[in-house]
């Protein structure tokens, strides 16, 4: 059986001003303030005993009474804010040791160091969005080859109060097993943060296979900016798929798919290189996927694909 509520007795004034006084300081606060003004009561008595007038003392003590109160609340000021503040970077430094103490007897000692560097990680990609497009292959292309483009969109946030340097980093394999040997072109076609477009020319560099365009974003403290990378890559027809892994981690994936070339590919999909993601059930058909969570340094997804027939050439397909 339930019980009535019975009504709340309200509390009066002084019992909710002397609550919220215990609670600010406590008896500490009242010995503070016990000690303050009987140093003030043996001053008066001290002066009174010179043979001094009964208002003269009083008369001139209440004339600093702004003064002394103007500095007792500087110092009260002070004194709580700089001990919030060291009780605070105590309180972390405690719970720091705690957690790598912890984690060291828990998992082995490189798994351990991964943690830590990624919980020190100062910034983190949020809602980062893709847009794969499978497109004909340009005139001068050999047969067997298409075009896929790569449209990506993310937002980065400075997670510290301190300014920081986010790489911005777009890779390409430029591997002759999987590139056209006739193949001119710029990989990377656009870099734009927030409504500015960066110059390409000076972030991009060739070391072994890849093509990379690597360009450092400055972030003030709190900042957050909105990227946006564009390129393209020629790819086999017969490769039946192509990965994407992430370098920095982040925080949500959406991937759409555009097929240009139905007459060339079917049955394009997505499989994520995560634990949550689940591949079986989806529809061939399916031309978004997405999974919100997060994506560590390493994971990513690949797309996968079949061919129309072998018999299927890309003479008819090509790009304008």
């Keep these: 059986m339930e019980k009535a509520m019975q009504p709340s007795k309200r509390k009066g004034f002084l019992t909710f001003l002397t609550a919220k006084f215990w609670d600010f300081g406590g008896w500490d606060l009242w010995k503070s303030f016990l000690i303050c003004l009987g140093g003030a009561f043996v001053s008066y008595s001290i ?35 700089n001990t919030a503040k060291r009780g605070q970077t105590f309180r972390d430094r405690i719970a720091k040791s705690v957690f ?8 082995p000692i490189k798994i351990s160091d991964e943690i830590n560097f990624l919980l020190k990680a100062p910034c983190v990609k949020k809602r980062c969005k893709y847009v794969i497009t499978f497109a004909p292959r340009y005139p001068d292309m050999l047969e067997g080859y298409f075009v896929l483009r790569r449209e990506m969109v993310f937002r980065v946030k400075n997670l510290t109060a301190r300014k920081v ?16 040997e006739d193949w001119k072109r710029d990989f990377h076609l656009k870099l734009a943060v927030g409504k500015e477009e960066i110059d390409r020319a000076p972030w991009i560099s060739r070391a072994g296979d890849f093509d990379t365009l690597n360009y450092t974003l400055v972030l003030n403290p709190n900042e957050s900016k909105k990227v946006y990378l564009c390129g393209e890559e020629p790819s086999r027809v017969e490769a039946g798929s192509n990965s994407y892994t992430m370098s920095t981690a982040t925080v949500g994936i959406q991937i759409d798919i ?35 969570k ?16 072998r018999e299927a050439k890309m003479g008819g397909a090509e790009a304008t």
Excluded at 270 to 289: K, N, S
Excluded at 300 to 306: L, S
């Design 47 to 81: 002066q009174r005993a010179w043979g001094q007038s009964f208002w003269a003392p009083v008369q001139e003590f209440s004339s600093h009474i702004p003064v002394a109160f103007l500095v007792a609340a500087i110092l009260t000021l002070t004194i709580e804010y």
């Design 165 to 180: 340097e986010f790489p911005i980093v777009s890779s390409y394999s430029a591997h002759p097993d999987r590139n056209s």
């Design 100 to 107: 790598e103490g912890l984690s060291k007897q828990l998992v």
């Design 258 to 292: 555009k097929n240009l070339i139905p007459e060339v590919i079917r049955d394009i999909s997505v499989f994520m290189h995560h634990p949550a993601f689940e591949q079986p059930g989806t529809p061939p058909w399916v031309e978004r996927y997405g999974l919100d």
């Design 294 to 309: 997060a994506f560590l340094p390493g994971q990513g997804f690949e797309i996968r694909w079949r061919t129309v027939g």
